[in-house]
């Protein structure tokens, strides 16, 4: 059973400012325009471009396919896991609301046609486009830097637009809000929105590992985990980031959203301290199934050409295998079950390279994970803009 689509707005973490960490995400199948975002990178632009190469005809097979940066490199088709371009294949026979099977995402452009539909009744792009804004109720926040929140800014003052007004609140562990309300919305960055409790802009703190219930989706749960992220130029202390599980409580079926990632995770650098991405998975392990998890969305911003001291706060291929690797020991899976997961590669950055950067790292992933036995199963794909994952 499928539960979730998730709209890739923004797939990508610089630096160019275009289409950063943004991921819509929705019910399977609902005509309703309600959606939540995790991460705010992108916002209202992204959407109408996504708008614009909507339709269902347009699979990744095809050439149309409009991705910002992929028409500069090559094929898409090497994009997704190679089974998945049979799948596609199959899928456009079989009606989207056959239920998919978990291992085998299904991808496709743009929003649904269920979502579209809905839509007719506007005649504009813009139109279109504001609608679907309008209906995201709450941005889940990784961390506070500007490629993770700058959509939410720029389109704040489109909540109150006379003929669509929208309320939205923005969600966050402390350091996350905190940030938001002192040095963004504080009428000098940006107009303090926030101000009156009667505003349409809330910004409302979560506590680590704490069930938050999703508003728009009653039967929807989301849980933050704190995840060390770098360190500060001006003094070498800590920055954070979160990690979102997404949880629907009648299916069990899990997604899980990763801002930006630390390679170390060992809080003042102590090999004895705590680790906190160790004691993440340690929690998923603990509480959800492995069949559960539907797909994991998570950074890999450079290639293995990037020495540790370049990565700045963020992983690469061979420090997202080894964490891989831990999720499966934690698993205690025998080397005879496969292990199966989707998982979606977001945040690369796009240096000036002849090969397109996310290809060599997916090429690096699928390299390693096929001399490591116990990852073979893994399906590695991109997080593509304006692309659709059916999970
Ligand atoms: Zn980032
Ligand atoms: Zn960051």
Not at 38 to 43: I, Q, S, T
Not at 82 to 99: G, H, T
Not at 239 to 249: A, E, K, M, P, W
Request: proline share 4%; aromatic share 10%.
């Amino acid at each position: 059973m499928v539960s979730f689509e998730v709209i890739i707005l923004g797939g990508l973490g610089g630096p160019s400012e275009s289409s950063t960490q943004c991921f819509m995400v929705r019910p399977f199948d609902s005509s309703e325009l309600n959606s939540l975002c995790v991460d705010g990178g992108a916002g209202v632009g992204h959407i109408m471009d996504t708008l614009v190469c909507s339709n269902e005809d347009l699979t990744v097979d095809g050439d149309e396919v409009n991705d910002d940066f992929h028409k500069y490199f090559r094929s898409l088709n090497q994009y997704h896991h190679d089974e998945d371009k049979y799948y596609k294949r199959r899928s456009k026979r079989i009606k989207l609301s056959k239920p998919v099977q978990n291992n085998n995402p299904n991808v496709k452009v743009g929003f649904s046609n269920k979502m579209i539909e809905t839509l007719n009744d506007r005649s504009t792009v813009l139109e279109k486009a504001y609608s679907i804004y309008q209906g995201i109720e709450s941005y889940y926040i990784t961390h506070p830097h500007l490629d993770h929140i700058n959509g939410i800014i720029l389109n704040s003052p489109l909540m109150f637009e006379r003929d669509l007004p929208s309320n939205k609140t923005l969600y966050g562990l402390n350091f996350t809000t905190e940030a938001l309300q002192t040095h963004v919305f504080n009428d000098i960055i940006w107009p303090n929105l926030t101000n009156q409790e009667s505003s349409n802009l809330h910004i409302e703190t979560l506590k680590q590992s704490q069930i938050h219930n999703v508003n728009a989706f009653p039967n929807w749960e989301m849980l933050p985990f704190k995840i060390c992220h770098g360190t500060k130029v001006i003094d070498g202390s800590r920055v954070f980031s979160t990690v979102y599980l997404l949880r629907d409580r009648i299916n069990k079926n899990a997604l899980i959203f990763f801002g930006d990632t630390d390679y170390n995770q060992h809080i003042d650098g102590k090999e004895t301290g705590l680790d906190l991405l160790d004691a993440f998975w340690d929690y998923l392990a603990d509480h959800i199934p492995f069949d559960e998890i539907s797909g994991i969305f998570i950074e890999c911003s450079s290639t293995c050409n990037y020495r540790d001291e370049q990565l700045y706060g963020h992983l690469s291929p061979q420090h997202l295998i080894d964490n891989l690797k831990d999720l499966h020991r934690k698993y205690n899976r025998d080397l005879n079950s496969r292990f199966d997961l989707n998982v979606i590669i977001t945040h690369v950055k796009m240096v000036p390279t002849s090969k397109d950067p996310r290809l060599t790292i997916l090429n690096e992933l699928r390299t390693i994970a096929k001399t490591t036995p116990e990852l073979d199963g893994i399906k590695f794909h991109l997080a593509l803009n304006k692309h659709r994952f059916i999970l």
